[in-house]
């Protein structure tokens, strides 16, 4: 019984939950950050695994896509080579769902091999089930101004 308690002590505190909370939202980022890879890469392996299958996202014209023309789009990407950066992060937890908004930029070698660079705010919902984090929801807005370089 006194170990019992002991545990529960442990994993109730304070500190254990913002350890807790902080891989979740270190596990986040890391998916985001495997977004940008993907969609430089056209990996639409990871985006099958990632998306629910009521995903929809909105682009910064206003257009929204669902999953399946989201995935349609795979057999018109073209890979380039580049970098992708998160900055400004900021994500929110809850129980079974999530928020993750932050800048993400990106640095590619267009057809002349001269970079690129361009960033977009987004806005991302994710859900959890099955103990994976999915996404649900997207939003992108173009950035007039690319996001200087992470340090």
Same mark, same amino acid.
């Given at each position: ?55 929809? +996202? !909105? #682009? ?11 995935? /349609? *789009?795979?057999?018109?990407?073209? $890979? ?41 705010? +987004? !806005? #991302? ?11 649900? /929801? *997207?939003?992108?807005?173009?950035? $007039? ?7």
């Amino acid at each position: 019984m006194k170990s019992f308690l002991v545990f529960l002590c442990v994993f109730l505190s304070p500190g254990f939950a913002a350890g807790k909370t902080g891989l979740i939202k270190k596990h986040l980022l890391d998916i985001e950050a495997h977004v940008g890879r993907a969609n430089l890469e056209c990996n639409y392996d990871f985006f099958r695994k990632i998306e629910a299958d009521e995903f929809f +996202f !909105t #682009d910064p014209a206003g257009e929204v896509t669902t999953r399946a023309q989201d995935l /349609a *789009g795979e057999k018109d990407c073209k $890979k380039h080579t580049g970098t992708y950066s998160l900055s400004d992060e900021k994500v929110l937890i809850y129980p079974e769902s999530a928020v993750v908004s932050a800048i993400g930029t990106y640095e590619i070698v267009n057809a002349k091999g001269e970079t690129v660079r361009r960033s977009n705010r +987004f !806005t #991302d919902v994710f859900v959890k089930r099955k103990g994976e984090w999915l996404m649900v /929801a *997207g939003h992108s807005s173009a950035l $007039k101004t690319p996001a200087s370089p992470s340090k």
